[in-house]
């Protein structure tokens, strides 16, 4: 046998050794929270759950799936670009158009105002001056 089969041979035999022992971060006795006795629950999708949930009288007070609220997000939010859809790190300051490579900012240049009006709505983005 040459000298990299029987490297193979010990690691593998490492490795059987390791899953025999069991792995440090498993638990032995979890039991997963779909199964009661020996069968298995389905699980309920989001509609079904707000579904029941709409069946049922709660008091204003209570938490339901329906009236959990995430947190606002300390990201900032995240620009795409008008004309293509990517993620622009960019924006004209004259159109205030967002943009994601200067090919697309010369194309942005090109467009007449009623355009840039419109993608400005499209993202709700306008301005109105009286």
Request: hydrophobic share 25%; charged share 30%; glycine share 6%.
């Given at each position: 046998?040459?000298?990299r089969h029987l490297e193979e041979e010990d690691t593998k035999?490492?490795?059987g050794s390791s899953r025999s022992q069991g792995l440090p971060f498993?638990?032995?006795?979890f039991q997963h929270s779909n199964v009661s006795g020996s069968r298995k629950k389905p699980w309920k999708t989001l509609k079904q759950l707000l579904a029941?949930?709409?069946?049922l009288d709660w008091p204003e007070e209570a938490v339901t799936f329906s009236s959990l609220e995430?947190?606002?997000?300390?990201?900032p939010a995240k620009k795409y670009s008008d004309l293509s859809g990517f993620e622009a790190n960019y924006t004209d300051p004259h159109t205030?158009?967002?943009?994601?490579?200067?090919?697309?900012?010369?194309?942005v240049?090109?467009?007449p105002s009623d355009i840039v009006?419109?993608?400005l709505a499209l993202r709700k983005a306008t301005t109105h001056l009286q």
């Open positions: 046998m040459s000298k035999e490492q490795e498993k638990n032995p006795s029941a949930e709409a069946a995430g947190p606002p997000s300390f990201r205030r158009l967002h943009y994601a490579c200067p090919e697309e900012f010369a194309e240049r090109k467009l009006q419109g993608y």
